[in-house]
């Protein structure tokens, strides 16, 4: 992995009696997002946290705290995080594969975090084997290792290079969607309005490129500092008309129609992300709003940062 970039963690991949050591290194990543502090409307300042007793009202200070389990309203067991750590299974810093699996047997609600999977040098030979013999046989690998203090499942796949471990969520963790969907109406949709449907599908039909999606909230949050600072009236929300179930099918004409006619996606300027590597639209604007907030002698909000 490129200089600059820490390893998160760093053990040993074993499948079968064959084992290298690896290193994770975060794949995703939001500290280059646009964040704000929380100001003291009446003086400008910058508003600190702190932790207050919930009875006595007094500050409570780091070396003070620590953990409780609630067993009833307001009554807690102590747990010291020495006590958690104990808990723990000792790790041998082994990433230790339990089955290879169809790459598309995973439903991808159980993905977690993804981490870029790289080998040391003295165990390129069996690391790059792994990672072609996974290849081959178009499988993914289902792994268990303590990382970040807790005992995590893991699943292994093929990119690039390298390998991308993604930790998972356990089956406790992902909600049934049978609650989510249960309010869905049973409705059947055939005829024009199927067929149009379908039309207009197969003429926006493309591929996944994640350099064309841009962060469009992330923009819009660096116009609106930057129309803050300047003293410009600030962008208004555009509101979003719903279609209604009377003119569903007219706007389903007029879409196909407009596709048809020549004005469809395709033949409009795409508006595009650069390259990950090379830094985004958004962070570029977001460097020309930090510069003219440096340099602007307006706003007292001048002290967020």
Aim: aromatic share 6%; with cysteine; net charge positive.
């Amino acid at each position: 992995m490129a200089s600059g970039h820490r390893a998160q963690w760093k053990g040993f991949l074993k499948f079968g009696e064959v084992s290298c050591g690896v290193a994770l290194y975060t794949a995703a990543s939001t500290s280059e997002r646009i964040t704000f502090n929380t100001i003291n409307k009446a003086t400008g300042n910058r508003v600190n946290r702190v932790f207050v007793d919930s009875e006595t009202e007094e500050r409570v200070e780091r070396e003070s705290q620590t953990k409780g389990f609630e067993i009833e309203n307001g009554q807690y067991i102590i747990i010291d995080p020495e006590e958690v750590a104990a808990t723990i299974p000792e790790s041998n810093k082994t990433l230790e594969i339990d089955a290879f699996i169809p790459c598309s047997e995973v439903d991808d609600v159980y993905f977690d975090k993804p981490y870029y999977l790289t080998p040391d040098k003295m165990g390129a030979d069996a690391f790059v084997a792994l990672r072609d013999g996974m290849k081959k046989s178009n499988v993914a690998a289902i792994a268990r290792a303590v990382l970040f203090r807790r005992v995590r499942s893991v699943l292994i796949r093929p990119h690039g290079k390298g390998l991308v471990a993604t930790t998972m969520n356990y089956d406790y963790e992902v909600r049934s969607s049978k609650k989510a969907f249960e309010e869905v109406p049973k409705l059947k949709i055939e005829g024009e309005m199927l067929d149009l449907a379908k039309h207009i599908i197969s003429t926006k039909k493309g591929t996944f490129d994640p350099a064309t999606f841009d962060d469009r909230y992330e923009a819009a949050l660096a116009e609106l500092v930057k129309a803050k600072i300047e003293g410009k009236e600030l962008p208004k929300a555009r509101k979003v008309e719903v279609s209604k179930p009377n003119d569903l099918l007219a706007a389903l004409r007029e879409s196909a129609g407009l596709l048809k006619s020549g004005a469809s996606t395709e033949s409009k300027p795409k508006r595009t992300a650069a390259n990950a590597n090379q830094g985004t639209g958004r962070q570029r604007a977001a460097r020309g709003v930090a510069a003219k907030a440096a340099s602007s002698k307006a706003a007292p909000q001048r002290k967020a940062s």
